[in-house]
């Protein structure tokens, strides 16, 4: 049996390196079948195409954001820039987003960066990765430029290229509660830039949900030049089976976090400020335009401190969420 971690202070290599061996052990346990899809569109021949990512990938790179960085570095050249069509587009979830794994609601956004002119890389949480496991989907590479404002709408008949016309030049959440109603379906779950990405302005974020942000590199500019209002996925919630031996590693992955990690209720008590002064004492936190790697008040700004500005709680949380499991 792998033994599950014991933690303390939470040293952030420790918890990498942890979690990497939950994931490779129920790794071992899940079989992929059938193989997950990736699906690659290209917005100027309006053309869709659909591969297998196959175990051998996985085996290869995991997901997300391994596979991202390998694609782009094969298939970007020195040529293309950061707003040109050719920019390549990847939105992939985790190798165990939407199973039963802790922390697994993750989807990795990758281009080249308008910001940095490097290689962008955000990732967000939500339900968005675990609807697209749901339609056994590992993620989307997206090239070209649509001629028009357009929205991706993936669900179990595939995908396909929708008129965002009437979307363009609405905020996040009102491009949002808009699709919700045009499709009838409160349960869909939408990746959207607003009116920023829309101008292509270098630091656009991509929200998905109304409340979980992909806000690193500059990839709502990416949509926008694109013309990429939205994604948005429609598929019932249903998590995979798991073998006797993976849920075995779960539950005593969670087990131990509630016993021996007193850190991570620090997040069921504040959320992702409750992080604050550490990442500031590691000197992680990132601090005029990351110039600096720390503030001489966190207090101030860590969930503790903040508390007393909270009058009512309404906590939004990722699919499976270690806040959600303690």
Not at 42 to 56: A, C, F, P, S, W
Not at 184 to 210: H, M, S, T
Not at 297 to 326: E, S, W
């Amino acid at each position: 049996m792998w033994n599950a971690p014991r933690w303390g202070c939470l040293n952030p290599l420790l918890a990498i390196a942890d979690f990497f061996k939950l994931k490779m052990e129920i790794y071992r346990q899940v079989t992929m079948i059938p193989p997950a899809k990736i699906f690659e569109i290209d917005l100027t021949q309006n053309r869709i195409k659909v591969e297998e990512y196959t175990e051998g990938m996985a085996g290869e790179h995991l997901a997300g954001f391994g596979f991202n960085i390998k694609t782009l570095f094969q298939r970007l050249t020195q040529t293309i820039t950061p707003l040109d069509p050719a920019n390549i587009l990847m939105i992939t979830r985790g190798l165990l987003t939407g199973t039963a794994a802790p922390a697994s609601s993750r989807i990795h956004l990758s281009a080249l960066s308008p910001l940095s002119g490097l290689i962008a890389s955000s990732n967000v949480g939500g339900f968005f990765g675990s609807m697209l496991q749901t339609l056994d989907i590992m993620g989307l590479i997206i090239t070209g430029k649509a001629p028009r404002p357009i929205y991706i709408r993936i669900t179990s008949n595939g995908v396909d290229i929708e008129d965002a016309d009437g979307l363009w030049g609405l905020d996040t959440r009102q491009t949002q509660t808009r699709l919700r109603s045009d499709l009838g379906d409160e349960r869909a779950q939408v990746l959207c830039i607003g009116p920023a990405g829309e101008n292509q302005v270098r630091f656009a974020g991509v929200l998905a949900g109304k409340d979980h942000a992909a806000g690193r590199t500059g990839l709502g500019a990416v949509f926008g030049s694109k013309n990429i209002k939205a994604l948005v996925v429609q598929a019932e919630k249903v998590r995979p089976k798991m073998s006797e031996a993976a849920a075995k590693v779960v539950k005593h992955y969670i087990r131990n976090m509630k016993t021996n990690t007193g850190r991570f209720h620090d997040y069921a008590t504040y959320g992702s400020s409750g992080d604050v002064l550490e990442t500031n004492e590691w000197g992680l936190l990132g601090t005029r335009n990351y110039r600096l790697g720390q503030v001489p008040d966190a207090l101030g700004i860590d969930g503790r401190g903040l508390q007393k500005f909270v009058f009512k709680k309404t906590p939004v949380l990722a699919a499976r969420c270690t806040a959600r499991l303690i």
